[in-house]
């Protein structure tokens, strides 16, 4: 044990989303980052293979993003949230709708993917009153979801981990995930799944769709383990939505802005939603910051409605929404994916990611499903006498220890390396899974 920190400091963090008692016994300290590499407290370079938790596609310490954010704190270090502006959030809600689907103009900054779903939560339920259908307040998500860390994103999310410890929600209900048998080892988007989207019909004839304000979906469910939509299941639930009066909502937390090969998961499947809400790539990781992209008519609905003109039209946002740091650091971040053309290299080396990871099916009998779409891949791994998450956790620590940083959640290894990912770095990560894989027989 390299690092320097006591037991009391160890202690003294309670941190997110880990086992505490099994990290402070045996801590991961991670010392500095370059390129698409970690160092540990142990001098031990270790490769990124889920770009930061989704967030560093660019890689880690990129120079154009350091200055941006160096020169902004010299120069505006905060600017008040509320009834003030500074020009570089202007400049940045303009950039992000350079990556939007036609039609969603209108960006609402928040500090995070949490903040942002609830958001558009909270949105598309004033968004129905301010048009006088003020019945519209439930919410629909989806089995396996996951819409961050907030009550109204655990409400709305379906990964039973994440909910049943903290009892009632708000009034939300449930599609079936897309994960159908047949569609086992699907390259890509699965033929089978499709008619899981006619399960809305049953939650609109149940719940009434005068009751419903918005259905919420991740294109791709990314925390649940890569799971892919199936071919025409995002344009049936547009359809639905579409029929009923009922908001469709995208949380694009992790498909935004290049890990689909698109500029956004709405582009790569063909369906636009009513909002997108995005967080993670926009600043490379680097500063938090989360946004929502809405399409005009709703903003607009706001605006005819808002009473006085300097009256608020929607008493809603952050302390840190559009702070100037974070939009340095988005500015930058969205313009090196542009000049290097990153989205354009993760669609042309997509084909050979698919390759490199359906080649560990036969690697082992505990592999059960793998799934991908651009640069991103779920494994689902068989359970230990029902213990589904001890194989996965084994096997990302055993990834550590041999220099690769993958990461475990419920019965799948999830992997998303940086758009900046070399094939010889693709093979490696593969062929160190597979051999780690097979250790666990």
């Not at 937390?253 to 995005?278: L, Q």
């Not at 042309?348 to 793998?370: C, F, G, P, R, Y």
Request: aromatic share 10%; hydrophobic share 40%; charged share 20%.
């Amino acid at each position: 044990m390299s690092h320097r920190l006591t037991q009391a400091q160890l202690d003294a963090h309670w941190m997110a989303y880990t086992g505490n008692r099994q990290f402070k016994k045996d801590p991961r300290i991670i010392t500095s980052a370059a390129g698409n590499y970690y160092i540990d407290s142990e001098g031990r370079k270790v490769f990124d293979g889920l770009s930061g938790l989704w967030t560093c596609g660019l890689g880690h310490s990129v120079p154009a993003i350091n200055e941006a954010v160096a020169q902004q704190v010299k120069t505006l270090d905060y600017s008040p949230a509320f009834q003030f502006g500074h020009e570089k959030s202007f400049l940045l809600a303009e950039r992000i709708t350079e990556f939007m689907p036609a039609g969603l103009n209108r960006i609402f900054f928040t500090g995070s993917g949490s903040e942002s779903v609830d958001t558009a939560l909270k949105v598309a339920r004033a968004y129905w009153r301010k048009k006088g259908m003020g019945t519209k307040t439930k919410f629909i998500g989806r089995a396996k979801g996951y819409h961050g860390a907030g009550i109204s994103g655990f409400s709305v999310g379906g990964i039973p981990a994440n909910r049943t410890l903290y009892g009632q929600g708000l009034e939300s209900y449930h599609l079936p995930h897309t994960q159908v048998p047949g569609s086992e080892f699907s390259k890509g988007m699965a033929e089978q799944g499709k008619e899981r989207a006619e399960n809305l019909l049953d939650l609109i004839t149940m719940h009434d769709a005068s009751n419903i304000a918005a259905v919420i979906v991740e294109p791709m469910s990314g925390s649940a383990g890569v799971i892919v939509p199936p071919k025409g299941y995002l344009q049936r639930l547009r359809e639905i939505c579409d029929q009923h009066n009922i908001l469709l909502i995208f949380d694009e937390v992790i498909t935004a802005f290049g890990r689909m090969g698109d500029k956004t998961g709405a582009e790569a499947f063909g369906v636009t939603p009513d909002a997108i809400v995005m967080a993670k790539q926009v600043t490379n990781g680097v500063i938090p910051m989360g946004a929502v992209a809405f399409k005009q008519e709703i903003y607009d609905t706001f605006m005819n409605n808002g009473g006085a003109e300097y009256m608020l039209e929607i008493p809603h946002g952050y302390t840190y929404s559009a702070h100037p740091i974070a939009c340095a650091a988005a500015l930058a971040s969205l313009d090196e994916i542009k000049k290097q053309g990153l989205i354009e290299r993760v669609s042309s080396m997509s084909s050979a990611w698919e390759n490199s990871v359906h080649q560990l099916k036969d690697a082992s009998s505990m592999i059960t499903d793998i799934r991908n779409y651009g640069f991103a891949a779920g494994i689902t791994i068989a359970p230990i006498d029902g213990e589904p998450a001890k194989r996965p956790f084994q096997i990302a620590m055993t990834m550590w220890n041999k220099g690769y940083y993958v990461r475990y959640g419920a019965d799948t290894i999830q992997l998303a390396p940086p758009f900046t990912t070399e094939q010889s770095e693709i093979d490696s990560l593969i062929n160190a899974l597979g051999e780690t894989i097979k250790q666990q027989d």
